[in-house]
């Protein structure tokens, strides 16, 4: 029987891109050759988006203590009405309480808030080029992106939109290249849908539901499920999701049927039918869908105060 050291490197580069990422790092200890074959960029790249196909999406919990728990949701056991999660914290040898406030995830990366950030400005995250800010309380709203390569900042285009009109903790999201915000025309003030292309460096706009009046839409969030732009309605619990980014017409709506009145965050898909979302209360839930049904989600020994989703990966802010 030929050996699997010795098979085609093509064949063992698809057989440990589905391997989680904590596998891939055991596998880079077999020897400098594979070490060097699995922290290629290539290979971290194809490892990424197998996992983003297979949906290997995990929650991150955060206490007031600056504790960060993570489960994986695919070690999830469904009871009947419940669905629990068995954490492990997370703990760096150099730093204790490694996360005060996770503003965002992308291809494995967080974004934290350091307790010495005093103000908050509009912010997006994103791998290409890593971080954007929208400064508040200035005559023009410019845009600084942040290169992890030349480890510099450099002034993009201004933008042409007025972002206070937003919620300013909203995080901006990323899809398809670019970082979405709610905004609003600083010419006519018609709320939009505004992308930040992080290839061209430019703003446009993306259209809204067309059963959307414009002017509702700052009633609305937006995040991202399973790779598609999304807004949401928060109290009424209305989700539109894009299935086709860019085309208007391939919006298409669902309600979530959720019995408590306080507001949700959407925070991953699971499949193609159920979204895992957070209460006002910090509180978890899996909602299916097609079933219309809803299951409260426990994290044994975890009374969190944010939960955000991420998917583990071999991306190092080191390596590009």
Known sequence: MRSFWNLPEEIIVDILSRLPAKSVGLCRRVSKPW?????????????FHRGRILQQESLLSLDSRDSADFAPLSNAHHLFDKITLSPTNLRFADHPNPLSWVLASCDGLLLDECHQVVTISYYG??????????EPDCTEMFVSVYSLKSGSWKRAQSSPYDHSVGDEFDSGVFVDGCIHWLAGSTTDYKPAIVAFSLTEEKFCEVPPPCLIESDRILFFHLAVLGGCLCLFNDSEKYVWVMKEYGIQGSWTM???????????????????????????????????????????????????DRTVSFMESLVSPHAW
């Open 35 to 47: 070490r060097a074959l699995l922290s290629r960029p290539e290979f971290i790249r194809t490892h």
């Open 125 to 134: 995250f994103s791998l290409d080029d890593d971080d954007n800010e929208i």
């Open 254 to 304: 669902f309600k979530i049927n959720d019995p408590e009145s306080g507001e949700i965050r959407l925070l991953c898909l699971l499949g193609e039918e159920e979204v895992v979302l957070s209460r006002e209360d910090g509180k978890l839930a899996m909602y299916n869908v097609k079933e219309g049904t809803l299951k409260d989600i426990v994290i044994h020994g975890i009374a969190a």
